[in-house]
C-alpha cells in the first residue's frame, strides 16, 4: 500500500511538473505576433469634389519562431467634419503588394500565411467624393484585421488619422498679454502619427517667430505625434487595475480598469502597488501627492478616454517619450528655444523639458491662463515672446524656412 501511494504520488507529481513547465512556456510566449503597421499616407489628390488617400502599411510578424495567418483585413472610414456629411461618399481598397500577390478586382482578401520576422507591404486607397469636402478635417481608418495562430483567432485594430484640413498661417495672429510675455496660440492642422514636431515648428511657428521667443508643445499632442495612443478595447485590466482604480477620485483618469491598467503596463504592478502602499500611509500623516512621486512620471501624464480632442477622445493618450531630446532637435533645426509643457483650466503648469537658459518661472507666469485652451481650439502650439530683456533666452539665430 506504501509503495502504491508512493508511486501514485510521483505520477501526480510528475504530471504536476509537466503543466508547470507547459504554463511557463506558454508565459514566455509572445501574445502579439503580428502587427500592422500605421504606415506612411499621402494626398494623392486633393481636389474640391475628390480627395485621394493612399497609405503604405506593412504585415509584420514579429515571433522568432512563429509563423501566424491573416485570413482577414478590411477597413473602415469615419470622417470628421465641421459640416454635414450628406452627399459625401467613400470607397476603400486594400490591395496586397507582397511577392506573388494578385489584387482582387472584387476586393475579397485572400488569407496569408506572414513568415517568421517577415514584412508584408499592403496599400490602402480610400476615395472621398461629395460636391463640397472643404469642411472636412480628418480621416479615422479602422484597420481591421484578423491574427490566426497558436493564440487562436484575434480580432485586431490599427487606427490611423489622416488629417484633411490645413489652416493658413494667418488664422494665428491674435497675440495675448501675459505676464512678462505676449503670447500667441497657433492652429494647427489635426495632428497625427504623420507629424514630427520640428516640421510642425518650421509650418506654422517660424512664420510669427523672432530671436528670443520660446515655443511650447503640449503634451498630449506630442505623445500622438510619437503614436503613444491606445485603444482601451485592445487592454486587459489585470485584478491590480480592477481594484486600485475604485481608489481614486472619479475624475482622474486612473479612475478607470483601463487607464489604471495603462500605467501598471508601462510602470510594472510591484511599482504601481507599492506606490499606493506607501502613498496611502503617507495620506495618514498629511502628506498628500506621494503616489504619483513614486508611481513614475506617466501616472501624472496618462489621459483617459475623453481626455483630448476628437477622434483621440477614444483613446487612453500616453505622456509623451524623450521630451528633452525634442526640445534639443527643435533648438537646433530652428534656432528656437522651446518647451514640452502640460497644461489646464485649473490653472496648473508642469514642464516635462524645456532648452536650456529659458526661465521655468516665465514659462509658468505665460501659461497660467491655459492660452492653448482645454476644448477643441487645435491650438497645440503656443509662442511666447518676453517682454523683459532678462527673461528672454539666448538664440543662436532662427533658420530660414521655405514653407510647404
Not at 494667418?170 to 507629424?195: C, F, G, Q
Not at 501598471?264 to 502628506?287: T, Y
Request: proline letters at 7%.
Amino acid at each position: 500500500m506504501t509503495i502504491l501511494i508512493a508511486i501514485l504520488g510521483s505520477i501526480v507529481g510528475f504530471v504536476l511538473l509537466v503543466m508547470l513547465l507547459l504554463e511557463v512556456q506558454y508565459r514566455q510566449r509572445p501574445t502579439h505576433t503580428l502587427e500592422l503597421t500605421s504606415g506612411k499616407w499621402e494626398l494623392a489628390v486633393y481636389e474640391p469634389q475628390r480627395y485621394v488617400l493612399v497609405g503604405q502599411l506593412e504585415l509584420q510578424n514579429l515571433a522568432p519562431n512563429l509563423e501566424v495567418m491573416t485570413p482577414r483585413i478590411n477597413a473602415d472610414v469615419q470622417l470628421l467634419s465641421g459640416g454635414s456629411l450628406d452627399n459625401i461618399t467613400t470607397k476603400t481598397r486594400i490591395i496586397p503588394r507582397f511577392k506573388d500577390a494578385e489584387a482582387r478586382e472584387d476586393g475579397y482578401w485572400e488569407g496569408r500565411v506572414v513568415k517568421l520576422k517577415a514584412r508584408d507591404p499592403l496599400e490602402v486607397i480610400i476615395e472621398i467624393e461629395g460636391h463640397d469636402l472643404s469642411e472636412l478635417k480628418v480621416a479615422w481608418i479602422q484597420l481591421n484585421y484578423v491574427a490566426y495562430g497558436s493564440q487562436g483567432w484575434k480580432p485586431k485594430v490599427r487606427h490611423v488619422m489622416v488629417p484633411l484640413k490645413f489652416p493658413a498661417i494667418e488664422e494665428s495672429k491674435r497675440w495675448r498679454p501675459a505676464t512678462n510675455a505676449d503670447v500667441l496660440p497657433i492652429k494647427t492642422h489635426l495632428l497625427t502619427h504623420l507629424d514630427d514636431p520640428v516640421s510642425v515648428v518650421k509650418r506654422y511657428v517660424m512664420p510669427h517667430a523672432q530671436p528670443g521667443d520660446i515655443v511650447t508643445i503640449g503634451e498630449s499632442p506630442l505623445a500622438i505625434m510619437q503614436g503613444r495612443y491606445r485603444d482601451p478595447r485592445e487592454i486587459k485590466p489585470g485584478w491590480l487595475a480592477t481594484r486600485l482604480c475604485y481608489m481614486f477620485f472619479p475624475t482622474s483618469s486612473l479612475a478607470t480598469a483601463c487607464g489604471m491598467q495603462t500605467l501598471v503596463d508601462v510602470e510594472g504592478p510591484v511599482r504601481v502597488l507599492g506606490a499606493f502602499i506607501i502613498g496611502s500611509i503617507a495620506k495618514l500623516f498629511g502628506r498628500k501627492g506621494v503616489f504619483y512621486q513614486l508611481a513614475g512620471e506617466q501616472a501624472r501624464l496618462i489621459d483617459d478616454v475623453t481626455g483630448t480632442i476628437p477622434p483621440y477622445d477614444q483613446f487612453i493618450v500616453l505622456g509623451p517619450a524623450d521630451s528633452q531630446e525634442v526640445v534639443e532637435q527643435i533648438q537646433r533645426e530652428t534656432g528656437l528655444s522651446a518647451a514640452i509643457v502640460d497644461v489646464n483650466d485649473l490653472k496648473a503648469v508642469k514642464i516635462l523639458a524645456a532648452s536650456s537658459g529659458v526661465s521655468i518661472a516665465l514659462l509658468k507666469q505665460a501659461l497660467i491662463t491655459n492660452p492653448a485652451g482645454n476644448g477643441n481650439e487645435q491650438t497645440p502650439v503656443v509662442l511666447i515672446r518676453p517682454t523683459d530683456a532678462n527673461q528672454k533666452p539666448s538664440t543662436v539665430g532662427l533658420q530660414s524656412v521655405n514653407q510647404p
